[in-house]
């Protein structure tokens, strides 16, 4: 097996999943009322959730990891004899990750550092390390790797619900055409990550039932004759997300479909009520 280090952030979820291998995360800072928490570290999923539905005016923000700090997880990854390393990280269209683990290889000598952008958020993202483990475990190099996940990467598909657009627009997180925003605020848009790792607004509907059945009608007709992998992202609506599943599994009853929580400093930016749907198609 070749000795390959692998890094992900913490808007993976990988901190909720089990993973047979060595992975390094680096985390965001979640400020809270003025207190700061290490993301999974210092508070969960549903402990960041219930407090913001609990408090919804709130003064909530997010810091991404230090370039210091991801040198750091470099030179410890180096001092275990590494040698080659991946970093996995969410789209540089939703943080600033992607700069800074870039700017942090630069500051460890003798250690080649492969940043990746996945262009994706959540259970896409961790799909990836998965994946990259699989093929370390199988021998492949980093440019093996690598190509591959080009190609996962093209093949990612994710849809957002959100319950409200303040969060997103407050954080300069939802990217759209002049005037949008405006009429969104006032309606249940339907949102979509783009090929380029932009979250967009897709369609204007006037109510959540009305959002949710929509994208049921999409999911239903993309994935059709197609071979795939299913994820939905929840927040404080678990029990919207199994609901949505069972709808899927109607048509397609042998299809995996992984329900996953949303990290608390991507729910910073999404709000609560937010549902993520996303598929991969397999090659």
């Not at 060595?22 to 985390?27: A, D, E, G, S, W």
């Not at 991801?70 to 990280?89: C, F």
């Not at 370390?136 to 409200?164: A, F, G, Q």
């Not at 007709?221 to 992202?233: G, L, T």
Request: negative net charge.
């Amino acid at each position: 097996m070749n000795k390959i280090g692998i890094v992900v952030c913490g808007n993976s979820g990988i901190d909720y999943m089990k993973v047979d291998y060595p992975v390094k995360v680096i985390r965001s800072t979640l400020n809270l009322a003025g207190k700061e928490y290490e993301d999974f570290v210092d508070i969960t999923a549903k402990e960041f959730y219930d407090t913001i539905v609990n408090n919804p005016d709130i003064d909530v923000s997010t810091s991404q990891t230090s370039t210091g700090k991801i040198a750091h997880v470099y030179e410890e990854l180096k001092a275990e004899g590494y040698k080659d390393v991946l970093v996995i990280v969410i789209s540089s269209k939703l943080s600033g990750t992607y700069q800074g683990a870039v700017l942090a290889k630069e500051m460890v000598e003798n250690l080649n550092v492969y940043v990746f952008d996945s262009r994706t958020v959540s259970y896409g993202e961790a799909y990836m390390v998965l994946k990259a483990v699989e093929m370390i475990k199988d021998n492949k190099t980093v440019v093996d790797i690598i190509d591959y996940l080009e190609r996962i990467r093209d093949h990612i598909k994710i849809y957002v619900l959100v319950d409200t657009l303040k969060y997103l627009v407050k954080n300069g997180r939802l990217s759209a055409a002049n005037g949008f925003i405006g009429t969104l605020l006032k309606i249940k848009p339907l949102l979509h990550i783009q090929s380029d790792g932009a979250l967009v607004p897709l369609e204007k509907i006037r109510t959540t039932n009305k959002a949710q059945s929509r994208l049921l009608e999409i999911i239903n007709d993309e994935i059709r004759d197609k071979s795939v992998i299913m994820f939905i992202v929840y927040t404080n609506n678990l029990d919207k997300a199994e609901a949505f599943k069972n709808h899927i599994l109607v048509n397609y009853p042998d299809l995996e479909i992984n329900l996953v929580p949303l990290t608390p400093v991507v729910g910073a930016h999404a709000g609560p009520g937010t549902l993520g749907v996303g598929y991969i198609t397999l090659s």
